[in-house]
């Protein structure tokens, strides 16, 4: 038989450095999650991210057992990334701030697709490209 489940909690954290403190400690202790085991597990797991925020969804049971999933780096982290920025424009209409390459915007979509509702890469290209557009960031030929 199945565990059953207390809750979901959707939490973002530095991969490979995450610690005990907020948004995690508050967010597992209020479950009475163990949150040094979760921290360990998570930093094993995501300790190539070295640092880079990652999306993560943690399945809590009534027995305060815990499963978690990883998620791949949200776009626009990636999208800071590949323009190297620290961040996106106020004024994304008016103000550009980096320039992305569409050879960029396509290895993105590769690391992103399974996260992401699209059918093909074509697509998945669509939807970075939008975001870079919606933070100021021009995506140029090359």
Do not use: C
């Amino acid at each position: 038989m199945a565990k059953e489940i207390l809750t979901k909690v959707k939490l973002q954290a530095p991969g490979g450095s995450a610690t005990p403190a907020p948004p995690i400690g508050p967010a597992l202790g209020q479950h009475g999650v163990n949150i040094g085991q979760f921290v360990k597990m998570f930093n094993d797991q995501t300790r190539e991210l070295n640092g880079m925020i990652v999306p993560v969804e943690i399945t809590i049971y009534k027995d305060k057992s815990f499963t978690f999933i990883v998620k791949s780096p949200p776009a626009a982290v990636l999208l800071k990334e590949a323009a190297q920025i620290a961040k996106g424009s106020g004024v994304p209409n008016k103000e550009k701030v980096g320039k992305v390459t569409w050879s960029q915007v396509r290895k993105i979509s590769e690391r992103k697709q399974k996260d992401l509702n699209a059918f093909d890469l074509d697509h998945a290209d669509r939807i970075i490209a939008g975001t870079a557009r919606s933070m100021g960031i021009e995506i140029v030929e090359g």
